[in-house]
């Protein structure tokens, strides 16, 4: 068999055919869609221009972009969730204004992107809604599927790059790096309940997941990671 039929980011054209329904969907998400997730200091931010790169060097045309995020009125929302540290949000408003952001991210960059056939990395996106509202603060898991189906449809990553580190390890490079925001006030429990939900997913979804040892030297991660994207982008090991 045709080993690229299996991978994850490798997709066949859909066949134009008033015999296949699915086509409009399958158009609509013909580029790749990447997410990078993982814990506080992970390095996501970090390996962004390597991935990138990778990408580049290997025939894509790359958009990158982050959540919260990506358009105005998603930066708007990332400022007021991370950085205003005087407001109360509780959970649920924080769940429902993630995927307020969005929903505006995925209409006017992720979906004319993918559309467009170019492949899309972004630093976070739904995984991290189940790991920090979900594991970290406790909103019901249905609730967030529930808006995950509203606002993507049937729009999945192809690919998730899952950055793991011990939770003190990220901690500490995240506080050599800037001011604490919102997420990083919270205590060790909140951060070790996010990495546990992270690694669950993965092991529920292996298919999509790729986990990276971050605990490494950047250069090891960058080893992991070309690994990682080969596999997914032609479907065999190197
Ligand atoms: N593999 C690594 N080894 C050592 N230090 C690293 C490594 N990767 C990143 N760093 C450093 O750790 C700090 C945090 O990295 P980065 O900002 O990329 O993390 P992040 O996952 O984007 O964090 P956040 O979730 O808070 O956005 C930076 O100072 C970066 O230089
Ligand atoms: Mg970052």
């Not at 192809?158 to 925001?181: F, I, M, W, Y």
């Not at 006030?185 to 951060?191: A, K, P, S, V, Y």
């Amino acid at each position: 068999m045709d080993a690229r039929a299996t991978s994850p980011v490798t997709r066949r054209a859909p066949v134009r055919s008033a015999e296949n329904p699915a086509f409009e969907r399958e158009a609509m998400a013909s580029g790749q869609f990447i997410t990078l997730e993982g814990g506080e200091g992970a390095g996501k931010s970090t390996m962004l221009a390597f991935i990138e790169t990778w990408l580049r060097d290997h025939g894509h045309r790359v958009l990158v972009t982050r959540e919260p995020g990506g358009t105005e009125l998603g930066e708007r929302v990332r400022e007021l969730l991370l950085h205003r540290h005087e407001l109360e949000i509780s959970p649920e408003t924080e769940a429902l204004l993630m995927f307020a952001a969005r929903a505006e991210h995925l209409q006017r960059v992720i979906r004319p992107a993918l559309h467009a056939g170019t492949t899309v990395v972004c630093d976070r996106f739904t995984d991290a809604t189940y790991a920090y509202q979900g594991g970290g603060r406790g909103v019901a898991r249905e609730r967030i599927a529930a808006l995950e189906q509203w606002v993507q449809g049937e729009l999945r990553p192809d690919l998730t790059l899952l950055l793991d580190v011990p939770v003190a390890l990220g901690l500490g490079r995240a506080g050599n790096r800037s001011q604490p925001d919102r997420f990083e006030r919270e205590q060790q429990g909140f951060f070790e309940r996010v990495r546990a939900c992270y690694l669950e997913r993965a092991v529920l979804e292996p298919g999509r997941f790729k986990v990276i040892d971050a605990s490494r030297p950047p250069v090891e991660v960058q080893s992991q990671l070309a690994r990682a994207l080969h596999e997914a982008v032609h479907g065999e090991k190197v």
